[in-house]
Every structure is written in structure tokens, then in C-alpha cells.
């Protein structure tokens, strides 16, 4: 055990932050996203939400500054109606990075963009459209 670091934040998904460096990005895929397809390396955090984990990512991980959009996330396509939980992203990142816009990253982009992710973290989460890229920044 550590102190300071969330129990949700395996060994494996430490690990993977500690190795990636700043622009590689980390893909949080909900519960139907194809992860084993589309990741170089995969880490599983089964039974753990998107919005948990995060919030628990977003304490040790800072996000990348030199671009335009540090995170992304997978478009539903209706502009008018956005999934819920990207409003619970908005707040997580405001409380842990300061206000982001997300960047909407059409599906099949998503796909593509998400096989060139340094990994994938698999999760249960069960909300539609939950998918999240997030681009690391440097640690100072």
C-alpha cells in the first residue's frame, strides 16, 4: 500500500502512467469499447466507472498544456444532446486540471486515434458514449 494514491489505481495502470511520456495519450474506454482490438497494451480495470477513475488518473497525471484539446472524447453525433457524463468529466478535469473543452472525435476516428494510444484502460462503465483520450502533459 501507498499513501496518497486511490485503491482503484492498480499496479499495472500505475505502472502504465509512470512508463508514458508527455504526449502519449490513455484511452478510457467504457464497458462496449473494443479495448483487446484496438490496444498495443490493455489494462483492465473491471468493475470501476470512467468518472473514478478519472478523477483518481487526473491526481498523478498531469495533462498536456502545449495542445489545443488535452482531452477527447468519442462524438455521439447530436450536437444537441450530449451524453451525461460528459458534464461529470467537465467537473472532474475543472476540480483537477482547471475548465477543458473536449474535443469530439468522430467513431470511427476514435478507433483509429485509439490504436495509436500509448494503452487502453478497459472499465465497466455502462454509460453510452463514455470513451475518453486523454493526453499526458509534463510533470513539474
Known amino acids: ?3 496518497n494514491i486511490s485503491p482503484i489505481l492498480s499496479p499495472e495502470l500505475l505502472k502504465t502512467l509512470m ?3 508527455h504526449g502519449d495519450e490513455l484511452v478510457l474506454g467504457d464497458g462496449n469499447f473494443p479495448a483487446a482490438s ?3 497494451r490493455l489494462v483492465r480495470a473491471d468493475g470501476h466507472g470512467v468518472p473514478e477513475l478519472l478523477d483518481a488518473i ?3 497525471f498531469p495533462l498536456d498544456t502545449y495542445v489545443g484539446f488535452p482531452v477527447a472524447v468519442m ?3 447530436d450536437a444537441e444532446n450530449p451524453p451525461p457524463i460528459w458534464s461529470e468529466y467537465k467537473k472532474i478535469i475543472a476540480e483537477n486540471e482547471g475548465a477543458k473543452e473536449l474535443e469530439l ?3 470511427f476516428a476514435f478507433y483509429e486515434r485509439a490504436k495509436n494510444a500509448y494503452a487502453v484502460v478497459a472499465t465497466g462503465e455502462t454509460a453510452i458514449y463514455a470513451n475518453i483520450i486523454l493526453k499526458k502533459g509534463v510533470v513539474i
Open 19 to 21: 512508463e508514458m511520456g
Open 105 to 107: 472525435v468522430e467513431r
Open 75 to 77: 462524438d455521439n453525433g
Open 38 to 40: 484496438v490496444a498495443k
Open 58 to 60: 487526473l491526481k498523478l
Open 1 to 3: 500500500m501507498l499513501k
